[in-house]
């Protein structure tokens, strides 16, 4: 554990930018930040709880070119060598630790992979939870360095920086810290207890996978739809939701492009056939719930929920994720 | 700057280049279908298994999936093509010579190794026979490896039927063919009904036997249950699933039915894989 005497994300942004890195890092646009690219630290705000929408898009553009395309093949996009994201919390890095799995694992996605080898992780704890936060209950620390290069933690002011790993050591190599004394170390273990506390939304998943099989055919899900308008800002904020869709723009030139899409659509599913396999809107909220909390736990052995509450907190129907998969029935007719 | 890689063997979403080289009317009309023989250009044929798919590719236009209609024993590429949207408009105005992009092949094809020794049974209906074909062209050029096979197939109409040509040929040849239109026709000389009840009244024992059955859902659901009262097991019946997909390798998401991608893991899959699940395909 190192001490940083001034601001070290603002730095190692200037630093990046001065070798070439595409740096994303949070800015504050209108009531809410967001990650975007930036030129200079001092565009950033690292005055946040977390951002408004997840950074996946960093690794996984929301449109993504593919193919340019004539009559045929004509050029592949050339890929940023060096990537850097800056004040990522920890949810989000487990959301791209999850995203890895998906289009690395198995056939591995190149489009993918090209931009996550080059990627630094820069993260950012949490001092507090925010109001929709549960990721202390997915089993996510939010004072957690896993998947990091570097974590920073702000420690009444000072910069408290954590080399993780041997991408990080290379960069922090270029800042003078200084080793943290053993207060500093005691007064962090206090603000991370003081953290885990501060948490006002718990889920209960004792069981859960045993839970969810049971109530699969429930009524419940209808009920949690009743307001549902399958808007899909859930899947759009999500950090860890990965459909996509492939369309070519352009009839005799063009591009062929990768664009996020949503479960919650019925469009996502619908055949030429006319066939639709969820055409009712509570199939396809199940099918969000189910992914998160069953069939991905099923495939990968992980929940694909990180806590981050950001569907809740942009549901225009107050659909409320912890709420919903709290009350999900143990007993079901 | 690193490039992603400009192969198509490495980048999965990169297609071959390849070129129709004959072009036969299968059903003519209002919903026409058409079976295109395609070659790739500048390689030859992968290697691939009878119930695996490939998109093809129309640039302008998009992809789409498509089950491998003839077997892996047979030279080049057959694809039946119903026409129905965008893509498929588009090839249906196409002609020999023409060049598509192929990426494949996709996904899990039928066990067939597995299934030496047991007698075959297809049961299809409408274009839902394409896979079928696949099998049982197999077979046929395997005929030592197999027991009996019959051939079931129906559509709505006697125009509707494929492969005709293909059938009347086999039927010629003394292979167990048994064809069905679903409403009756002058000089029409097999069954008149449905394709679950064209079954019922074949009685296909189960005993060695494995029945593949493809076709509408509806068609789909209504045999499994005649199989069953036949004597069938779930781990005899096979069937082939269709859904909206786009990556084809198991990424997008679209065609995912519960924790299952029917473009990886399927499109085959044993039915007793499919009762497992939540969500009913």
């Known amino acids: ?333 | 700057m690193s490039e992603v890689i400009n192969e198509p063997m490495k980048n999965p979403y990169l297609p071959y280049k390849a070129e129709i080289v004959e072009i036969r009317d299968e059903v003519k009309g209002i919903r026409p279908i058409k079976t295109f023989k395609i070659k790739l250009i500048g390689r030859e044929r992968f290697d691939y298994q009878s119930g695996q798919g490939c998109l093809i590719s129309v640039f302008g236009r998009g992809e789409s999936w498509f089950t491998i209609a003839n077997s892996p024993t047979r030279p080049d590429l057959e694809f039946s093509i119903l026409k129905t949207g965008k893509v498929t408009t588009k090839l249906h105005e196409m002609e020999v010579g023409d060049v598509v992009g192929i990426r494949g092949p996709l996904g899990r094809g039928f066990p067939l190794d597995e299934w030496k020794g047991m007698n075959i049974v297809t049961i299809g209906g409408g274009i839902g026979q394409t896979p079928l074909r696949s099998i049982y062209q197999y077979v046929i050029d395997n005929e030592k490896d197999y027991g009996d096979l019959t051939i079931i197939y129906g559509a709505r109409t006697s125009r509707d039927l494929c492969y005709k040509d293909e059938l009347m040929e086999l039927i010629e040849q003394g292979y167990n063919v048994e064809l069905s239109i679903d409403n009756p026709e002058p000089d029409w000389p097999y069954f008149v009904g449905f394709v679950p009840d064209n079954l019922k009244r074949i009685k296909p024992d189960p005993k060695d036997t494995i029945a593949i059955t493809c076709g509408p859902p509806i068609m789909i659901k209504i045999t499994l249950g005649v199989l069953k009262d036949l004597g069938f097991k779930e781990d005899q019946i096979y069937t082939t699933l269709e859904r909206r997909m786009k990556c084809g390798i198991g990424k997008c998401g679209k065609c995912k039915l519960e924790s299952v991608y029917v473009c990886r893991d399927g499109p085959v899959f044993r039915y007793d894989e499919l009762s497992a699940l939540l969500e009913k395909a």
């Open chain 1, 1 to 333: 554990m190192k001490v940083y005497s001034g601001n070290f994300l603002k730095d190692v942004i200037t630093r990046l930018l001065e070798e070439g890195y595409r740096v994303y890092a949070p800015v504050k646009e209108g009531n809410y930040h967001v990650f975007r690219v930036v030129k200079s630290a001092d565009e950033t705000d690292f005055d946040y709880i977390n951002t408004k929408k997840s950074p996946k898009e960093v690794t996984f553009p929301e449109n993504e070119v593919l193919i340019k395309y004539g009559e045929w093949v004509e050029e592949l996009p050339e890929q940023p060598d060096r990537l850097a994201i800056v004040g990522i919390r920890p949810c989000d890095v487990k959301g791209i630790r999850l995203m890895d799995r998906v289009f690395l694992e198995d056939i591995t996605d190149p489009y993918y992979e090209a931009k996550r080898k080059n990627l630094l992780i820069i993260g950012y704890a949490c001092n507090q939870a925010g109001d929709y936060c549960f990721c202390s209950s997915v089993g996510i620390k939010p004072y957690s360095s896993e998947g990091v290069d570097i974590l920073v933690t702000n420690l009444n002011g000072r910069q408290i920086v954590e080399v993780v790993s041997d991408a990080g050591k290379e960069l922090a190599a270029n800042f003078e810290l200084t080793d943290a004394s053993a207060e500093d170390i005691e007064a962090k273990k206090e603000l991370e207890k003081k953290v885990m506390e501060s948490f006002t939304r718990k889920v209960d998943t004792e069981n859960l996978e045993e839970r969810m099989k049971r109530a699969f055919d429930s009524d419940y899900w209808r009920e949690v739809a009743t307001n549902c308008i399958s808007c899909g800002t859930c899947t759009y904020l999500c950090p860890t939701c990965f459909c996509f869709d492939i369309f070519d723009d352009g009839e005799l030139k063009g591009v062929r492009i990768r664009a996020w899409d949503s479960c919650q659509f019925p469009l996502h599913t619908l055949e030429s056939s006319s066939h639709n396999p969820r055409p009712e809107k509570w199939q396809r909220l199940r099918n969000r719930f189910y992914d998160k909390f069953y069939y991905m736990l099923v495939r990968k052995g992980e929940l694909y929920c990180v806590g981050c509450g950001r569907c809740s907190a942009a549901c225009p129907v107050g659909i409320d994720i912890a709420e919903v998969i709290d009350n999900v029935p143990s007993e079901v007719e």
